[in-house]
């Protein structure tokens, strides 16, 4: 199965990436016949990042056959196309998982950091990330995922991660242009985000 308006998407997303001076690690469109479903992972590094990273980056992209079917004649076409009654009651969407990966160092020097640190930063960071502009915010959902584990006696966190949701209506749009601005407004909210993050953990390692 072939999905050339989805491709042409993720080119676009990716220069957009690329334009922003995000490291892109792996950017790789995976595809299943089965399902019918096509999607994207990637891994980007924070422009100005420290090095190593106190976070990376993790985009995930999934699209599949009924969106390319839909979609496809209205961006790929020339001419304009009429869309049947029953089809224009759904509303194709692009649907974004966009997650930050920590380094435990980013909370703590001990490399096995205790609950109440972490605790103690994300708090930090959550007051951060509320400064953030509504119009950037619009339709995103986002939730902390802590991990602990523990050795001997000692309880610590080893995993924390921030993930947001989101999903793009595209069945409103009728220009690429449109859909080019919306993966704009989309990886305006990565930079975003991931700026402010990078600035707050630097800051309180001082």
Known sequence: ????????????????LYARCFQVRSFRQWRDDLI???GVEGELVCPGALE???????LNVDWDLFREQRLAPRFLSE???????SLARFRPTLDFEIS??????????????????VRTGL??????????????????????????????DKRFV?????IAYGSDDLGTLRAWSEVE??????????????????????????
């Open 52 to 58: 190593p990273p106190l976070f990376v980056i993790r």
């Open 36 to 38: 019918r479903a096509t």
């Open 1 to 16: 199965m072939e999905y050339p308006l989805f491709e042409r998407i993720t080119q676009s997303l990716l220069q957009e």
């Open 100 to 117: 930050w990966r920590f380094d435990r160092r980013a909370f703590s020097s001990d490399p096995y950091p205790s609950p109440e640190a």
């Open 181 to 206: 601005a919306a993966l704009r407004q989309r990886v305006d909210y990565i930079e975003a985000v991931s700026r402010l993050l990078q600035a707050a953990l630097t800051d309180a390692a001082r």
């Open 123 to 152: 708090a930090r960071l959550q007051a951060e990330l509320a400064r953030l502009e509504n119009g950037l915010t619009a339709g995103i959902l986002t939730r902390w995922h802590v991990d602990l584990s523990s050795f001997l």
């Open 79 to 85: 001419n304009s196309v009429s869309e049947s009654s």
């Open 158 to 162: 080893s995993d924390v991660l921030l």
